[in-house]
């Protein structure tokens, strides 16, 4: 089993920044990709940004390329979302989520292939 509870969402004006974390408990940190979904009211879950266990690689939305930094901290079992540029539209609740399969360098964007999520976040933009 894994935990996951992120932290570091809030109210923004729009052009300003957040950074979310993500805390993992329950299993080894470095063996696990990484990701980070979003969910408005009424939209189903999308994809933001990825990144492998190796921290070699990742993925982000178009939306988001650009103005999003996803990173991890192996020593600190923790990953983080740096939201740079924010936008009315990226208000959501902000989803971690761990893929126990992955291998070193690889991640999904897609949620089914995730294995543990964490409880999310709420992030608002104010225009």
């Known amino acids: 089993q894994v935990q996951l509870v992120e932290s570091g969402g809030g109210l923004v004006q729009a052009g300003g920044s957040l950074r979310l974390s993500c805390a993992t408990s329950g299993r080894t940190f470095r063996s696990l990709a990484m990701g980070w979904f979003r969910q408005a009211p009424g939209k189903e879950r999308e994809f933001v940004a990825s990144i492998s266990w190796s921290g070699s690689l990742s993925y982000y939305a178009g939306s988001v390329k650009g103005r999003f930094t996803i990173s991890r901290d192996n020593a600190k079992n923790t990953v983080y979302l740096q939201m740079n540029s924010l936008k009315p539209e990226d208000t959501a609740v902000y989803y971690c989520?761990?893929?126990?399969?992955?291998?070193?360098?690889?991640?999904?964007?897609?949620?089914?292939?995730?294995?543990?999520w964490g409880q999310g976040t709420q992030v608002t933009v104010s225009s």
């Open positions: 989520a761990a893929d126990a399969q992955a291998g070193p360098n690889y991640s999904s964007t897609y949620p089914r292939e995730y294995d543990y």
